[in-house]
């Protein structure tokens, strides 16, 4: 997926080296990110079946 993306993979790097940490924090952010979205859009359709049942 990250290679689609353009996006380093740590694999692509020796292990320790500053390129693999980087790539390694990069994927952690991506990851945080696809949580936090995921989480959002969960939220967001509670909501929406909230008012739908109020509205009956």
């Known amino acids: 997926m990250r290679k689609i993306q353009q996006k ?7 292990v320790g080296t500053a390129e693999w940490q980087a ?3 990069e994927f952690g ?3 945080i990110t ?3 979205e995921s989480a ?3 939220v967001a359709d509670c909501d929406l079946v909230s008012q739908i049942a109020r509205q009956e």
Do not use: K, V
């Open 8 to 14: 380093n993979d740590a694999a692509d790097f020796p």
């Open 34 to 36: 696809a949580l936090a």
């Open 29 to 31: 952010r991506d990851i």
């Open 40 to 42: 959002a859009n969960m």
């Open 23 to 25: 790539a390694m924090e």
